[in-house]
């Protein structure tokens, strides 16, 4: 597996770009877009904590665990939101997808199957993944049908597992997708992306 490092990824008027400080005030307008802080099962910083939040992931990717990037809307321009690839382990091949969220008025839109497609294609095409793995906290429902919705295979769940930003211990619900998946569920999700994007 070639080791993870900053790119954009683009495609279905979606950009994906390395995240870095100056995207503090779209992050921040994309987190407000439904006060997305106040779900304590998710990730999403309160627009005092963007600053934070930013660092945290490029020290992430300063020690080589993570590759955070920001979700660009090309049509509007605005920032959606933001994803990563994270528990990066190039001694077996493996990257986990996750730390996803989107603004309000992008959720159940093209837009979470258009990143999923971009970053399962680099990981498996330009990577040589082996497995990419997505995990999501035992409460958060629409993150585990959205997840199982592009084609990932759950693996099972890990209690007791992470510590929540409130403190609380999470059980977390792990799913991956194998190389030898790859192909079918790279169709499948092309197939979705055209339906929804015919909407």
Same mark, same amino acid.
């Given at each position: 597996?070639?080791?993870?490092?900053?790119?954009?990824?683009?495609?279905?008027?979606?950009?994906?770009?390395?995240?870095?400080?100056?995207?503090?005030?779209?992050?921040?307008?994309?987190?407000?877009?439904?006060?997305?802080?106040?779900?304590?099962?998710?990730?999403?910083?309160?627009?005092?904590?963007?600053?934070?939040?930013?660092?945290?992931?490029?020290?992430?990717?300063?020690?080589?665990?993570?590759?955070?990037?920001?979700?660009?809307?090309?049509?509007?321009?605005?920032?959606?939101?933001?994803?990563?690839?994270?528990?990066?382990?190039?001694?077996? *091949? +493996?990257?986990?997808?996750?730390?996803?969220?989107?603004?309000?008025?992008?959720? +159940?839109?093209?837009?979470?199957?258009?990143?999923?497609?971009?970053?399962?294609?680099?990981?498996?095409?330009?990577?040589?993944?082996?497995?990419?793995?997505?995990?999501? *906290?035992?409460?958060?429902?629409?993150?585990?049908?959205?997840?199982?919705?592009?084609?990932?295979?759950?693996?099972?769940?890990?209690?007791?597992?992470?510590?929540?930003?409130?403190?609380?211990?999470?059980?977390?619900?792990?799913?991956?997708?194998?190389?030898?998946?790859? +192909?079918?569920?790279? +169709?499948?999700?092309?197939?979705?992306?055209?339906?929804?994007?015919?909407?």
């Amino acid at each position: 597996m070639i080791t993870p490092a900053p790119i954009t990824l683009e495609g279905y008027d979606v950009r994906l770009e390395p995240m870095n400080a100056s995207h503090a005030d779209g992050l921040g307008q994309a987190a407000a877009d439904g006060k997305l802080w106040e779900l304590w099962f998710t990730s999403v910083p309160a627009p005092d904590q963007v600053g934070t939040y930013i660092t945290t992931a490029l020290d992430g990717q300063q020690a080589g665990h993570m590759l955070p990037w920001v979700v660009r809307d090309l049509l509007t321009g605005h920032i959606a939101g933001s994803t990563r690839y994270h528990d990066i382990v190039p001694a077996i *091949d +493996r990257v986990e997808i996750g730390w996803t969220w989107y603004a309000a008025s992008y959720q +159940r839109s093209a837009l979470n199957t258009t990143c999923k497609l971009l970053l399962l294609t680099h990981a498996f095409e330009q990577l040589g993944c082996a497995v990419v793995g997505l995990r999501t *906290d035992n409460f958060n429902v629409r993150s585990q049908r959205a997840i199982e919705a592009i084609g990932a295979k759950k693996d099972g769940v890990i209690r007791h597992h992470q510590a929540r930003r409130d403190g609380t211990a999470r059980d977390s619900v792990m799913y991956s997708i194998l190389a030898a998946e790859w +192909r079918d569920v790279k +169709r499948h999700l092309e197939l979705r992306l055209n339906r929804l994007r015919a909407l």
